[in-house]
């Protein structure tokens, strides 16, 4: 199934969702990257020949404006899943309409805590002693919707925000593949805030 990944950054993930596709029984590939800015993840795209999509708000009249161009760039390969992996932008009402329940984000905190853009230095600075990944829905909300896994992560006496970041972001890759492949095969049911792959 064509799933289409959205992103930001530095495409670490990106590129674990690249390498499980090429996978000789993965149930996924992805066929797309649409980012909202050049950055690294971009370049992986271009050099792995596939197409990529770089739509910053800025270049378009309104933020409705971007959320349409987003929407428009995405359906065109008519994915079973969108992925939004690093991706640092709210989506609007026009792209959740149109993927709604097909929207799969990875964070790197254990939500509902330390949602948001600095999750990881929230998590340092509270003190937590465990941290972890949340694979979840994407919804209206800023990391809100219904989650689907997560992964603990120890937090180690020295560590700083990038030590911190890289070892979530080594758990990060593997479960959020193995998500995604998981909800492509069985699907998910989803009771109100409960997800479950089935
Ligand atoms: C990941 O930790 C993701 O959860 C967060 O930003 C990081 C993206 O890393 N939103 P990369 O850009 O895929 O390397």
């Known amino acids: 199934a064509p799933i289409v990944v959205l992103a930001s950054g530095t495409g670490t993930l990106l ?3 690249l390498d499980a596709g090429d996978g000789p029984d993965s149930p996924f590939r992805v066929v797309a990257v649409v980012t909202d800015r050049d950055c690294p993840a971009a370049a992986i795209a271009v ?34 899943v969108v992925v939004t992996a690093g991706f640092m932008k709210i989506l609007g009402s026009a792209f959740l309409d149109e993927f709604a329940g097909r929207i799969i984000n990875s964070h790197p905190a254990l939500l509902p805590a330390f949602p948001g853009a600095h999750a990881v230095a929230d998590a340092l600075a509270h003190g937590v002693k465990v941290s972890g990944c949340t694979v979840h829905l994407v919804d209206a909300g800023v990391d809100t ?34 998500v995604v492949a998981a909800v492509i095969r069985t699907g998910v049911d989803i009771d109100g805030r409960k997800a479950h792959i089935r």
């Open 47 to 80: 050099r792995r020949d596939l197409p990529v999509h770089v739509l910053p708000i800025g270049t378009h009249a309104s933020r409705v404006e971007w959320d349409v161009g987003m929407t428009a760039a995405v359906a065109g390969y008519r994915p079973r």
């Open 145 to 178: 919707g219904p989650i689907l896994a997560q992964a603990p992560v120890f937090v180690e006496p020295e560590d700083d925000e990038i030590t911190l970041h890289e070892r979530i972001k080594a758990v990060e890759r593997g479960l959020l593949a193995t």
């Open 15 to 17: 590129s674990a969702l």
